[in-house]
């Protein structure tokens, strides 16, 4: 049996709120905390007693890893992070999220495709490499679409394009620079969406994110006004399938009114969610919630 406090390291791109919240339940949970940044990686292999390390601290004999933040890197450096994730969790370290979970959701192609597979309503969607393919989609999705970037999150780097030229300009600008064109048919919503938070199988809060006058976009980062709200049993059931979909025990799940579909669509599902506006707006210390988790699922010694 376990005696000691468990260990829970964290890996982060930064010591800002979140880490420092996640400071504050630890201390009231009893537990050790370690924030870590992904830079400080090292993994070694062949060399006795060592495995996955960061800062002097050995990650391989942590009582659980809180994928906290993939900071930002080239395509080596992500890579390498990800193996380092898949060695922790082959050696049997618990893991919030499991490393493929935090790979799918990253990726918004990859994620609306399982989530879709899983038989969720998602908005129509087109992803491709080339500015003539892009405008075929826009086409198809009705002249008025929103172009998200393939990886990132908060609402930034959305542009919404409902005129020809502009799409064509858009889309060709991108081309240049080597994206990968994710165009989405904008949604006709009422000017709000949800943000489910969901832990272990079930929605640990929610809240009703209201765009800006003037504004589509509803994302507390750009503007929008978070409140509190229940979700009704069809909404919360979406989500938590929505979660199951991706793997990802852990998740911010986006759902948005459907005005024309006369339904929901599931917009996105983050497996690195932040909660600083849903614990402000429910009350809800998502963060004790989150390490009280992990703790459970601590490997016996």
Not at 161 to 187: I, N
Not at 234 to 242: C, D, G, I, S, T
Not at 243 to 256: N, Y
Request: proline share 6%; charged share 25%.
């Amino acid at each position: 049996m376990n005696a000691h406090p468990a260990q829970i390291v964290a890996l982060v791109s930064g010591l800002g709120w979140h880490v420092q919240d996640l400071r504050r339940a630890a201390d009231v949970l009893g537990l050790r905390f370690a924030p870590v940044r992904f830079q400080g990686l090292v993994g070694s292999v062949g060399v006795a007693g060592r495995g996955v390390e960061a800062e002097g601290l050995s990650l391989t004999d942590a009582d659980g890893v809180l994928i906290r933040m993939m900071p930002p890197g080239s395509l080596e450096q992500v890579i390498y992070r990800m193996d380092a994730l898949h060695r922790l969790e082959r050696a049997g370290v618990p893991m919030l999220n499991p490393p493929r979970a935090v790979e799918v959701s990253v990726d918004k192609y990859l994620a609306l495709a399982l989530i879709e597979r899983a038989g969720l309503p998602v908005p129509p969607t087109v992803a491709c490499e080339s500015a003539r393919d892009a405008l075929g989609a826009f086409e198809t999705l009705g002249g008025d679409v929103v172009v998200k970037p393939l990886f990132g999150s908060e609402g930034r780097g959305l542009i919404r394009v409902s005129h020809f030229e502009l799409a064509r300009r858009t889309f060709t600008a991108l081309e240049r620079t080597g994206a990968v064109l994710y165009v989405q048919k904008a949604v006709r919503h009422p000017g709000h969406d949800y943000r489910a938070f969901v832990l272990g199988g079930r929605v640990v809060g929610a809240i009703r994110r209201f765009a800006p006058e003037g504004d589509w976009r509803t994302n507390v980062a750009v503007g929008g006004r978070p409140e509190n709200c229940r979700l009704d049993p069809a909404l919360e059931r979406l989500a938590l399938a929505a979660a199951r979909a991706v793997g990802a025990e852990m998740a911010g799940v986006d759902i948005l009114d459907d005005l024309d579909r006369g339904g929901p669509v599931v917009l996105e599902v983050n497996a690195v969610p932040g909660w600083k506006a849903l614990a402000k707006a429910t009350g809800v210390d998502v963060a004790a919630a989150v390490l009280d988790h992990l703790r459970g699922r601590r490997r016996e010694s």
